[in-house]
């Protein structure tokens, strides 16, 4: 089963068993630039300079993607020059997790648990499903970060967003921090994908890392 970036990311945040989002804040800006990298990876739109333009408004027969596109379509459509990707983020990073675990749970990957804290308070957990997808994802991580294989382009991708996100933890639980950062960081940086694709990468790295520090601080400030 061919699943989205977010999806996957999506996935590595959610805890199998309850089903709650582990480090939703940082996980919730990498879902959201998860979608973004596949409509680039789509070539639906490109980032360059840290804008965001969109060449091609046709769907791309996915769902998840396709949703997104027509708002971003729509909202860059209203601006008198191409946006920043920081703002079309920070915008979406709220919206986008929603929409994409909705599609898990389209796809079997995940079900909806509905139920009360305390009694009064609702809350929803998506508790694994169908582990197929997950598994997949992460021995192909395993083999490119832990491993030494290339990367194609989507999962050097994905690995530029776990990576600025800090998510490191999430991708390899129980593996030393500092020598999956350092290796995820070699993945991300390598020659896999073209340049505009490879620019699209680091600009969504960096807004990655860029959230985390801003996390960090909050959190601890």
Same mark, same amino acid.
């Given at each position: 089963?061919?699943?989205?970036?977010?999806?996957?990311?999506?996935?590595?945040?959610?805890?199998?068993?309850?089903?709650?989002?582990?480090?939703?804040?940082?996980?919730?800006?990498?879902?959201?630039?998860?979608?973004?990298?596949?409509?680039?990876?789509?070539?639906?739109?490109?980032?360059?300079?840290?804008?965001?333009?969109?060449?091609?408004?046709?769907?791309?027969?996915?769902?998840?993607?396709?949703?997104?596109?027509?708002?971003?379509?729509?909202?860059?459509?209203?601006?008198?020059?191409?946006?920043?990707?920081?703002?079309?983020?920070?915008?979406d990073q709220a919206e986008a997790p929603t929409a994409t675990v909705a599609r898990l749970?389209?796809?079997?990957?995940?079900?909806?648990?509905?139920?009360?804290?305390?009694?009064?308070?609702?809350?929803?957990?998506?508790? $694994?499903?169908?582990?197929?997808? $997950?598994?997949?994802?992460?021995?192909?991580?395993?083999?490119?970060?832990?491993?030494?294989?290339?990367?194609?382009?989507?999962?050097?991708?994905?690995?530029?967003?776990?990576?600025?996100?800090?998510?490191?933890?999430?991708?390899?639980?129980? $593996?030393?921090?500092?020598?999956?950062?350092?290796?995820?960081?070699?993945?991300?940086?390598?020659?896999?994908?073209?340049?505009?694709?490879?620019?699209?990468?680091?600009?969504?790295?960096?807004?990655?890392?860029?959230?985390?520090?801003?996390?960090?601080?909050?959190?601890?400030?």
């Open positions: 089963m061919t699943i989205t970036l977010a999806e996957e990311l999506a996935l590595l945040s959610l805890d199998d068993g309850s089903g709650e989002a582990r480090e939703r804040r940082s996980a919730s800006w990498a879902v959201a630039g998860g979608i973004l990298l596949d409509l680039v990876l789509a070539g639906r739109v490109s980032v360059s300079g840290g804008r965001l333009t969109v060449t091609d408004e046709s769907p791309t027969g996915e769902p998840l993607l396709d949703g997104r596109l027509a708002l971003i379509a729509a909202w860059t459509g209203r601006r008198g020059r191409a946006p920043k990707v920081t703002e079309w983020l920070t915008k749970c389209e796809r079997g990957l995940v079900v909806e648990e509905r139920r009360r804290v305390l009694g009064v308070f609702p809350v929803r957990r998506y508790p $694994e499903a169908d582990g197929s997808a $997950e598994r997949e994802l992460r021995e192909r991580l395993r083999a490119v970060v832990l491993d030494g294989a290339d990367p194609d382009e989507r999962t050097a991708g994905l690995i530029a967003l776990v990576h600025g996100a800090g998510l490191h933890r999430l991708a390899f639980p129980g $593996e030393p921090r500092k020598e999956v950062a350092a290796r995820m960081e070699k993945a991300a940086e390598g020659q896999w994908a073209g340049e505009g694709v490879r620019e699209a990468i680091r600009d969504m790295g960096a807004v990655m890392a860029a959230v985390t520090v801003a996390t960090i601080v909050a959190a601890t400030g």
